[in-house]
């Protein structure tokens, strides 16, 4: 059985680059019990998060999943947290897992910075709880960003080396699917960096609850070159910023870069930038509705949420006690 598995953090409201880079399409994917979407609180905490705005930013994030066209009906959605399988797995890969692979993760020297040794050790083994979040359901197919590819290289390598250490063929290999034409949506205000919800700068990003006066003006004041945009995509290869203004509409849209410079070819920054902004809000705003109606009614998100803990744990609580037999650990009676 093929069973898709991927996650978000719930570290504010998802910006335009979450939505077109993974939760848009995720949406396809929906498959009933085939399917689960995880809100992982556990890895939002490997940097210190303040309790009531981290519950708060929890529920946010499912509703805008939910407005974003996950259906809890038509696919499993839940919080982290709420399944404990996902730790007591992650506890076993601590054990498996190698020092020297988890040094070899770009992420965490990203993250971690100057102050490595600063960094919790939760940062540090981040990688072996996300192994542990997909294999717990032997998920086989995970869509994901690009920058997320090393962590499933890692995942797949955990995998092997219990399958090997214990004499069985117990978990099964990740395939990453990386879908989308505007896979990876980079800042307003520098076309060489990833649009994201830590830039310090609103003004780099979209998020999905910005009202269309506020789409329009991040828009208007995102940055561009002194040229006219080029009539096909090669054009763009050495313009950062227009190459991803250019993907953002046709992503949108549904189109490609190609057919939005045969309709644009030419022309300034002004004009189109008016076209994008319009054709943003068009998107967001049905989104940003139901995102309200849901947060409006919290209990009713909550309810949701508890539904899809119980069938995540449905899945993942035969396959984690089985890693645990084979692990040699005595069942619980």
Request: one cysteine or more; charged letters at 25%; aromatic letters at 6%.
């Amino acid at each position: 059985m093929q069973r898709v598995f991927s996650g978000i953090q719930p570290s504010g409201i998802p910006t335009l680059g979450n939505y077109l880079g993974a939760i848009r399409n995720w949406v396809p994917m929906q498959n009933g019990d085939a399917s689960l979407f995880c809100v992982v609180d556990q890895h939002a905490i490997t940097v210190w998060q303040d309790p009531k705005e981290l519950a708060r930013q929890t529920r946010e994030m499912a509703a805008a999943l939910i407005a974003c066209g996950l259906d809890p009906e038509r696919c499993i959605l839940f919080v982290q947290s709420h399944v404990p399988a996902h730790a007591r797995l992650a506890w076993i890969f601590n054990c498996v897992a190698r020092i020297g692979w988890l040094n070899r993760m770009t992420q965490f020297k990203d993250k971690a910075g100057k102050d490595r040794e600063g960094a919790s050790v939760g940062l540090y083994v981040y990688p072996n709880l996300m192994a542990a979040d997909i294999h717990a359901y032997h998920a086989t197919q995970v869509p994901v960003g690009d920058d997320q590819k090393q962590h499933l290289e890692l995942a797949n390598d955990i995998a092997q080396k219990f399958n090997h250490d214990y004499g069985v063929d117990f978990f099964p290999t990740i395939e990453p699917l990386i879908q989308g034409v505007a896979a990876r949506v980079m800042s307003l205000r520098d076309g060489t960096k990833k649009m994201s919800k830590s830039d310090p700068s609103d003004q780099s990003r979209i998020n999905l609850t910005d009202d269309a006066d506020t789409v329009a003006l991040k828009i208007r004041r995102a940055k561009t070159d002194p040229e006219p945009l080029p009539s096909e995509a090669r054009g763009l290869e050495a313009r950062p910023e227009a190459r991803n203004l250019v993907g953002i509409l046709a992503a949108i849209t549904d189109s490609t870069a190609d057919a939005v410079l045969a309709e644009h070819g030419g022309k300034g920054f002004g004009a189109f930038k008016e076209v994008l902004a319009e054709a943003l809000v068009a998107k967001l705003s049905p989104i940003q509705a139901e995102m309200k109606r849901l947060l409006d009614d919290p209990a009713a998100v909550d309810a949701a949420l508890r539904q899809g803990a119980g069938k995540a744990a449905g899945i993942a609580d035969p396959i984690v006690r089985r890693a645990e037999e084979l692990v040699g650990f005595l069942p619980a009676r």
